[in-house]
Each structure stands twice: as structure tokens, then as C-alpha cells.
């Protein structure tokens, strides 16, 4: 039991070492992540659609693909804040070239990232 509680205690010290530390480095580089607290003006769903018809519209040919991840980014340079969705579809067969990755901005443009 009190083996128990020790080692409870050391993996909740550990925890709260590891949420303290800064993600500063020693040459002053900053990769704090920074979440907005405004929502995307284009929702998830409507990111996904506009890629849809986007891809019925190019004719891009989706068959054997799977969507494996969406994530919407935050570009932060100079004098530039802006959000958008990337979207990645893999194809059952793998290796290169075999992914579409498209952006969806929050101005509703869609564009398609070349794959390698």
C-alpha cells in the first residue's frame, strides 16, 4: 500500500514537472503552441464539403483513398494571421504520390498541395 502511494505521488511530481517546463530554447526560439480562442469562420463540415466539390470539380480520381487526417493550422508571419484546413487522403496502395492533401482557407478557397 505504501509502495502504492509512492509511486502515485512520483508520477504526479513527474506530470507537473513535464506541464512547468517552457518550450523556450537557449537561442530564443519560441514553439509554445498558441490556441485561438475564436472558432474558424469555415466549420470542419463545411471544409470538408467545400474540399469534396473541389475534388468532383478537378476530377480527381479518389478511388482506393481513405481521408486520414484534418487539421486546421494557424499561419502566424509577417503581419499575417491567418487559419486553415488541411485535409489528406492516402491511398490503400501507400508509397509515394499516393496522397492528395488539399487547404481550405477561411476565405473558402481550395487548393491542392502537389504530393511527392
Known amino acids: 500500500m505504501k509502495l502504492t502511494i509512492i509511486t502515485i505521488l512520483c508520477i504526479l511530481t513527474t506530470i507537473g514537472q513535464c506541464f512547468a517546463q517552457t518550450n523556450q530554447f537557449a537561442d530564443g526560439l519560441d514553439l509554445t503552441i498558441k490556441i485561438s480562442s475564436e472558432p474558424p ?8 464539403v467545400l474540399a469534396d466539390e473541389f475534388i468532383k470539380t478537378k476530377r480527381i480520381n479518389t478511388t482506393g483513398f481513405w481521408m486520414r487526417e484534418v487539421k486546421l493550422l494557424y499561419s502566424d508571419g509577417k503581419n499575417v494571421k491567418s487559419k486553415r484546413w488541411c485535409i489528406q487522403w492516402v491511398s490503400e496502395a501507400g508509397g ?11 476565405d473558402k478557397r481550395v487548393w491542392r498541395v502537389g504530393s511527392m
Open 41 to 48: 469562420s469555415v466549420s470542419l463540415k463545411e471544409a470538408i
Open 96 to 106: 509515394l504520390g499516393n496522397q492528395i492533401s488539399l487547404f481550405v482557407d477561411m
